[in-house]
Structures are given as C-alpha cells and as structure tokens.
C-alpha cells in the first residue's frame, strides 16, 4: 500500500508524533495508518498518542539570544498550571536555544532537531510522560544581525513575547539596550502592527481609504462633494489611522510626551551613533488556537458514573 504527504499529515495530526516519525510508521506498516498508530506506539510515541485529540491551548513564549541572533518559540501544553512548571519553562528554554543553534526551516524541521543528544520531539515526549498533558510546538521566529542588538522581553512570565531587531555600531552601550528593552515592553502595551508607515501594505491603506470615504459620504454635510473633494478631506485622518498602527509614530509608553522615533532620535544624540529598528515581532501565547470548554454538567456525569 503506499501513501502520500496528505497521509503523513494525517497520522501527525492523528497521533501528535513528528512528521518524520509518521513518515517512518508508514513506511514500516505498509501505508495502514492504523498499523502505523500502533507501530509508533511501539516505538514509544503512546503517551503522546493517547493525549493527541486534547486541546493544548495554554504554554508559553520563550526567548533566546546571544551573538546577534534572537529567538521566540511558543510551546503549548493543556494547563496554565504545567505551563509553569520548572520542567515545562526548562522546555521551552531548550527548544528556543535550539531553534538558534540549529536553525531549522519549519516546525516539523524543529520536531525532529537534536538537543542534546534526543529530538525536540522526544524531548516533548518525555515532559509529556512526566506532566500527563498534551504538548505541542506551534511556532518559532529567528532574527539575526550582523550589528546590534536582538532584544526580548517576555510579559507576564510568557504569555506574551516580544523580539525587537535594533541595528547600531554600538551593541554593548548599556543606553542603547535599556532603549530596546524600553521600546520592546512597549510594543507588547501597545501592540504595534508596523515598524513605520512605509511597511504598511497599499491593499490596507486603499481599505482604509475606502472605510473613511463611505463614513463621510453618510454625512449630510458632504451630500454635494465629489469624492476627490473629499478624498483630500480626508487625507489627513488616513494619515493618523495609518500613525496609530506604526512603532515609530506611537507616543512611548514610558513618557507620552515624545514618540518612539524621538526616543530614538534623543538617545541617537546622547550615544553619538546611528539607531535603527529594523523589524519586531509580537506573539501572544495562544492566540487563535481553540480553547478548552469545560462543562461542569458533563464532569459531575463523570464523577457520579453516570
């Protein structure tokens, strides 16, 4: 019997082995995915096998840098109870120094990296073993720079992780980096979307535009006024929605008085160097993934043998 990357897919979300470990079960077993099932469990994978149709939808964000390079990796388990366990925090830590000293492609890449000697996958399997809930590895993001600073702030413990790519000769000024760490607990208040108004996509701003124009079309006011009238009308609040969505352009969360580009621009001064933000990333632990439902009718049935 043989079996395609569709199949593979399948026993992964089946099972909640790695990809390269379903692909191993397939071909051992012919293709039968039952067979498959059973050969991973065989192989040691049972403890995940049986967890795999549970939600894990809580976890952590974990942050890694050194030399330039700068890491966020998101691991999921089922309760915010084991997500801050030692052994679960230690986890993350782990896998998110191995997405920097491996640099995997992809998570299924990551699945099956070696850190110390086992794959995160076995890894997975074995905090699994020990904590008795469903862990997955959803997401990394890697940054790297050949001058400046990567830096990472995690809130609330992980629940939301924030890595900020700043670039300066000066990577070691000690003002430079409580800037960056400044300006990256910012970005996780204030949720910015863009580093500045020239990353902001045309198909968001022509939405934008057309949002503003019909809001103004309803006015009464306007009744008479062709739409290239208005349109220039209109120019300067598309240009302060748009601000609202950009770092630079955002009043700096720790002094309101000043945006985050003259922060920048004041400690560029102090520092006698040139400061540029690069790019940032916000993750937000959890977020679109389905969450556990409990219903308190269905436990007590449990509970009561019914």
Known sequence: ??????????????????????????????????????????????IAAKKASRIASEGLIGGYTADGIGVLAELNCETDFVANTEGFRALVAKV???????????????????????????????????????????????????????????????????????????????EIKEMAHDIAMHIAAFSPAHVD??????????HEKAILLAQAKNDPKNASKPDNILEKMLAGRLQ?????????????????????????????????TAIKLNRFVRLVMGEGLEKKVDNLAEEVAKMSGK
């Open 1 to 46: 019997m043989s079996f395609t990357a569709k199949d593979v897919a399948e026993l992964r979300e089946i099972t909640g082995a790695g990809m390269m470990d379903c692909k191993k079960a397939l071909v051992h077993t012919d293709g039968d995915k039952d067979k498959a099932i059973e050969y991973l469990r065989e192989i040691g994978v049972s």
């Open 96 to 174: 998110a120094k191995g997405v920097a000293d491996n640099d995997p492609a992809d998570v299924d890449a990551l699945l099956s990296t070696k850190i110390d000697g086992s794959t995160v996958t076995e890894l997975i399997q074995g905090e699994t073993a020990k904590c008795g809930e469903k862990i997955t590895a959803r997401r990394f993001v890697k940054y790297e720079i050949k001058q400046g600073v990567e830096e990472i702030y995690l809130h609330n413990g992980g629940k939301i992780g924030v890595m900020l790519e700043v670039e300066t000769d000066k990577p070691a000024c000690a």
């Open 197 to 206: 108004v020239s990353e902001v996509p045309a198909e968001y701003v022509e």
């Open 240 to 272: 302060k929605s748009l601000k609202e969505i950009c770092l630079v352009d955002q009043a700096f969360a720790k002094d309101a008085s000043i945006t985050v580009a003259q922060l920048v621009q004041n400690v560029s001064k102090a520092t006698g």
